[in-house]
């Protein structure tokens, strides 16, 4: 059942961006940018937890998963380390991400030209 609910969650994130993408003059990246600031404002409120607890992995693909890792990070380090840890934890659960983003971006640069 949970390879059910992984594979609507992740059709119904999907959904949800391309009727945006259809009906309003909205580019990806902003696109991208609504779904980061939704899934951090749903783990703000604990919401999010549940869905990765009903769908697993299909909570954790979407882009909404990063907003959830920055707020839960965030809050976690908040928690032990007082205010700086807000700052601090952002980028715990999330820098392997990142890291990995700039390296395969810089590779592919290396090896592909991209069109005008």
Do not use: E, R
């Amino acid at each position: 059942m949970i390879y059910l609910n992984a594979f609507l969650f992740c059709g119904i994130v999907c959904l949800i961006a391309q009727i945006i993408l259809d009906n309003t003059k909205l580019t990806p990246g902003h696109i991208t940018s609504i779904f980061v600031v939704l899934g951090a404002f749903l783990d703000t409120f604990g919401i999010y937890d549940w869905f990765i607890k009903y769908c697993g992995g299909g909570a954790m693909l979407p882009i909404t998963s990063f907003g959830h890792s920055l707020i839960h990070g965030a809050l976690s380090a908040t928690s032990s380390t007082g205010f700086m840890g807000l700052l601090m934890g952002m980028f715990d659960l999330t820098a392997s991400g990142i890291t990995a983003a700039i390296i395969f971006s810089f590779v592919f640069a290396l090896f592909f030209k991209p069109k005008n």
